[in-house]
C-alpha cells in the first residue's frame, strides 16, 4: 500500500480519535427521537433502484467465451471462474468503457420510475472503485482517468435523488486481504496459499477505512451507506473495525443512513448464513435498517426498518444470457406488497459495460413509474397495513389530521359483484373514493364489516387503488 495511502487512512482515524479497543459496541448512535429524525425521509420514500456496475459488467457473465452461468449474480464472475486478479483485471478493464452521459440516464431512469434514492456500487467484492481513490490504484481515476462515482452522484442531484453507496468490505483484488480468516465469505483464491508468502489483514482494513474516507468526504452529503457483507466467523470489528468505520462515517455525515451488513449477530438481525437467515431484531449500534434479499418477509419485519433488495431477473450485474425477466405485475405488486408491510423496495438495474442500462429494465421501470404517478400517494409516507391478510390485495395507510385514517386499497382481484369487502367498521363519515380519477364510491358498514360500492371494471389491470378515509385511528 503506499504510504500516502497509510498517511491518510491514520490520520483519518486519529482525527478522530476513535477507536474501539475494547471491541465492545459503542453507545449507539444518537437518541431515538435523533434516529427517527435522520430516518423520516428514508421512512417516507419506500422505493429507490440500486445499481450494480463494475468491471464485471463489461464481461456480461462470459468467459473465455462461454457463459460463466445461467443465472444467478454475475457480479460474482471472478468468483465463479476462479480467476486471480491480475487475469480477471487484463480481461475485464478494456470491456469496461463507461460512455459520457451514462449516469444521467440511470437518474432520469430512477426519476422517472419514481425512485427516491439511488444506491450505487462504489466498490463490490472484485475491488475495483468507480471513484478516483488516492488510496490505490484500481480505480477509475487510476485506470480510465475518470471519476464515474462524481459523474453519478452529479446525475443523481440533478434529478433531486438521494445518493447511496453500496460499499463491499469483501475484496478480491487487494494483496493484503486475508481471505483464510472465513470458511463462509467467498474469494476466487480460496484454498490457496497466499501468492505473497503473508498478507496484514490489518493493512487491508486501513485501506479500506481509508476509501471510505475519500466516499464520505469529497462527495457531498451521502445520504445512504449500503455495507456489504460479514458472516458468522468473520465479522463487525474483529473483522472491518466496524464500529470505528461506523463512527468515522457518521462524523463526517452525521445524517447518513447505514444498514447492518458490517456484522452477522443476533443482535444485529442475522440468525445464520445465507439471505434469508434474519429476524426482526436491530440494535441500533449495528446499523439503521435490516436489508431481506431477493425475498419479502411474509409478515414484514414489525418493529424494525428494513429494506427487501431484489434483481430484475436473476442478477444484480448485467449478464447477456439472463433473460429471466420478472414481469411488471410482479414488479409493481412487490413495490405494493412490501409497502403494505411497512418495507422499503430496493430494486436493481445492471448496467452494460458502457453504462447503458438494459432495455427489458428500461421499461420495467417505466412501467413502475407510470403506475406510480397516479397511485404514488398511496406508497410514499405510508404504513403497514393495519387490517391484516386482505383476499382481493394490499393495503398501506396513514394517519389524518383530524385523527381519522386514510387506508390506501391496492386491489389486484377486482371483485365480481362489484362490492369490496373489508373486517372493519367504517364510522358513519367515512368517505370512498378511486384514486385513479376521483370518482366517489358508496361504503356500507355493519357488524364490523365494510362493503364499498367499487363498479364492475377495474381501473387498473395490475392494482386498483380506493380510497378509504375512516373516522377512527386504527392501529397495526
Ligand atoms: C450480496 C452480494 O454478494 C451480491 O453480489 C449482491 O451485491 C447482494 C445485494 O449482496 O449478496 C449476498 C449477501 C449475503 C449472502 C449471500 C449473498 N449470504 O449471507 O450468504
Known amino acids: 500500500m503506499s504510504r500516502k495511502a497509510v498517511v491518510a487512512g491514520l490520520s483519518f482515524s486519529a482525527a478522530l480519535g476513535f477507536l474501539c479497543a475494547s471491541g465492545q459496541p459503542p453507545p449507539a448512535a444518537g437518541t431515538a427521537q435523533q434516529r427517527d429524525a435522520r430516518m423520516k425521509w428514508w421512512r417516507e420514500a419506500r422505493f429507490g433502484m440500486f445499481v450494480h456496475w463494475g468491471l464485471y459488467s463489461g464481461l456480461a457473465g462470459t468467459w473465455e467465451g462461454k457463459p460463466a452461468g445461467a443465472r ?47 444506491v450505487v456500487t462504489s466498490k463490490h467484492h472484485e475491488g475495483f472503485a468507480l471513484h478516483d481513490s488516492k488510496a490505490g490504484d484500481y480505480d477509475a481515476g487510476s485506470v480510465l482517468r475518470r471519476d464515474l462515482l462524481k459523474e453519478i452522484v452529479e446525475a443523481l442531484r440533478a434529478e433531486g435523488l438521494r445518493v447511496g453507496f453500496y460499499h463491499s468490505v469483501i475484496d478480491w483484488h487487494h494483496d493484503q486481504y486475508e481471505y483464510a480468516r472465513s470458511q463462509q465469505l467467498p474469494h476466487p483464491m480460496k484454498g490457496r496459499p497466499y501468492p505473497e508468502g503473508r498478507r496484514d489483514h490489518a493493512k487491508y482494513v486501513e485501506y479500506l477505512h481509508a476509501q471510505v474516507n475519500e466516499l464520505v468526504s469529497h462527495y457531498g452529503p451521502v445520504d445512504i451507506l449500503w455495507w456489504d457483507y460479514s458472516s458468522q466467523d468473520f465479522q463487525g470489528q474483529e473483522a472491518w473495525r466496524a464500529f470505528d468505520l ?9 445524517r447518513i443512513v447505514m444498514n447492518n451488513r458490517l456484522f452477522r449477530i443476533p443482535e444485529a438481525g442475522f440468525t445464520g448464513m445465507g439471505t434469508a437467515a434474519i429476524a426482526p431484531r436491530l440494535d441500533p449500534r449495528y446499523g439503521d435498517f435490516i436489508t431481506p434479499e431477493q425475498h419479502i418477509p411474509e409478515t414484514g419485519m414489525p418493529g424494525v426498518d428494513w429494506e427487501t433488495c431484489m434483481t430484475m431477473n436473476t442478477t ?122 376521483g370518482k366517489p364510491l358508496a361504503v356500507t358498514s355493519s357488524g364490523g364489516r365494510t362493503s364499498i360500492a367499487v363498479g364492475g371494471q377495474a381501473p387498473d389491470r395490475i392494482a386498483s387503488v380506493v380510497e378509504l378515509d375512516l373516522d377512527n385511528p386504527l392501529q397495526r
Not at 486478479?85 to 487484463?90: L, N, Q, S
Open 316 to 437: 444484480w450485474g448485467y449478464s447477456e444470457h439472463d433473460h429471466q425477466w420478472k414481469s411488471e405485475e410482479t414488479l409493481i405488486r412487490n413495490l405494493i406488497d412490501i409497502a403494505s408491510k411497512g418495507g422499503n423496495y430496493l430494486l436493481n438495474i445492471g448496467p452494460k459495460g458502457d453504462g447503458s442500462v438494459p432495455p427489458e429494465s428500461v421499461r420495467a421501470m417505466q412501467a413502475i413509474g407510470a403506475w406510480m404517478k397516479v397511485n404514488g400517494e398511496s406508497i410514499y409516507a405510508t404504513g403497514a397495513c393495519p387490517l391484516g391478510k386482505l383476499e382481493w390485495g394490499r393495503c398501506t395507510g396513514k394517519r389524518l389530521a383530524g385523527g381519522g385514517t386514510r387506508l390506501y386499497l391496492h386491489v389486484f382481484d377486482w371483485p365480481q359483484d362489484g362490492r369490496l369487502a373489508l373486517p372493519v367498521a367504517a364510522g358513519s363519515r367515512a368517505k370512498a373514493r378511486l384514486m385513479a380519477g
Open 72 to 118: 444467478g449474480g454475475m457480479e460474482w464472475i471472478q468468483q465463479r471462474v476462479k480467476a486471480d486478479t491480475e487475469t480477471y483485471a487484463k480481461r475485464a478493464i478494456p470491456l469496461f468503457r463507461p460512455a459520457p452521459g451514462f449516469a444521467r440516464e440511470w437518474a432520469r431512469l430512477a426519476k422517472q420510475a419514481g425512485c427516491r434514492y439511488v
Open 246 to 254: 461506523m463512527a468515522k462515517v457518521r462524523a463526517r455525515q452525521p
